[in-house]
């Protein structure tokens, strides 16, 4: 069953290229982080290499059946034709120890994508594929890779194997070799409607209640990666919050001061990270229902609190004392209000 949402068109048009004559072997799929760009990538890789090597899988829609046995393989991530490039963990051991299919999410990794995994996809590319005429190269995300990484990679997609596709995940596109860029033919993901979020968080989390389900997908703007990161972490309350702030100012700093101590605390720093990104984004909603000084207000409220949450990591600023101050920023939403109380 393919549970995707939102991508119809993305998905015809691969399908569409890959039943075709002659498939492009370099597609560069763009667009908002956590819209679904590297699961559809897995998806469209794992089709691929069940189509190429059973001409009896049916070519309607894009699900393999769960008894696939090609299918079974790339689950497990043992398909000998598939390859796929990602930061790799920081801990030596998961490499030994654990299979890649049972990799815990919160796994924390390298920074890069270095020129030797990229290096190493040579002694591949020296081999036939095994199942197929095909093989698939999934690169998840290109932006992840060192300079030097990427002008390896651009020498396999200037001089491409035979049978190979390579699948490359972007965010930023813009910062990619223009070279890279000019050999591939674009994907672009958009940010999901409200429906199409409501649908895709229920789907990752079937007990979500309405109130909840309400603020992951403002908080998620598009994209259901992002609002699932802030799962669990009270994000209705927190909205509760800073609407009550931007209603009436809390004069006495009742509200920011109980957030600041509780988001403060080090067993908090998730729901720390999550005001962090909330704030400024609770700001820019309200500023679109505003016009005139009112929304000159909201915009310069955003602005600062948008350079206040983006530095706040970075420069270790004390949790307690940016929680305060962010949350001041959305009293000055308030009419009539002219700075906010930090």
């Known amino acids: 069953m393919n549970n995707l949402v ?11 290229a890959m039943r075709g004559p002659r498939m492009h072997h370099a597609w560069l799929l763009v667009g908002p982080e956590g819209v679904g760009k590297a ?17 009896d899988l049916s070519r309607e829609g894009l699900a393999v059946p769960a008894n696939h046995a090609i299918g079974r393989l790339f689950d497990a991530h043992t398909h000998p034709d598939f390859i796929q490039l990602e930061r790799l963990p ?3 051991k998961v490499l030994r120890e654990i299979e890649r299919a049972n990799w815990p999410a919160d796994l924390e990794r390298a920074r890069n994508i270095t ?12 081999l036939k594929p095994s ?14 890779m060192e300079r030097g990484a990427a002008n390896a990679l651009l020498k396999s997609l200037e001089e491409p194997p035979h049978g190979t596709i390579f699948l490359l995940v972007s965010h930023a596109p813009g910062r990619l070799l223009p070279t890279i860029r000019s050999r591939c033919r674009t ?40 609002a699932l990161s802030f799962a669990g972490l009270d994000l209705a309350g927190m909205d509760a ?35 962090l990104s909330r704030a400024p984004s609770f700001i820019a909603e309200e500023a679109r229902e505003r016009h005139g000084a009112g929304l000159k ?4 409220a955003w602005s600062a609190a948008r350079g206040l949450a983006e530095s706040a990591i970075r420069q270790s600023l004390d949790p307690q004392m940016t929680v305060f101050a962010l949350a001041g920023h959305v009293a000055a939403l308030v009419p009539g209000a002219k700075n906010a109380k930090a």
Request: with cysteine; glycine share 6%; net charge negative.
């Open 297 to 300: 207000a909201a915009v310069d």
């Open 115 to 126: 020129i030797e995994q990229v290096r190493s996809l040579g002694s591949t590319f020296a």
């Open 90 to 92: 920081k801990d030596i």
């Open 187 to 226: 994907l672009r993901f958009a940010a999901l409607d409200q429906v199409s979020m409501e649908v895709a968080l229920r789907s990752a989390m079937p007990g979500i209640t309405d109130s909840e389900l309400t603020a992951l997908v403002k908080a998620g703007e598009g994209s259901p990666g992002k």
């Open 241 to 275: 919050d800073l609407r009550q702030i931007a209603q009436d100012g809390d004069p006495d700093n009742r509200i920011r001061s109980e957030l600041a101590q509780s988001l403060s605390a080090k067993p908090s720093q998730r729901r720390y990270e999550a005001f």
């Open 39 to 55: 699961r559809t990538a897995m998806a469209l890789a794992k089709r691929l290499l069940c189509e190429a090597s059973d001409p």
């Open 131 to 144: 199942y197929s005429r095909s093989r698939v190269v999934l690169v998840d995300a290109i932006d992840d």
């Open 6 to 16: 939102g991508h119809d068109g993305v998905l015809a048009e691969f399908l569409t």
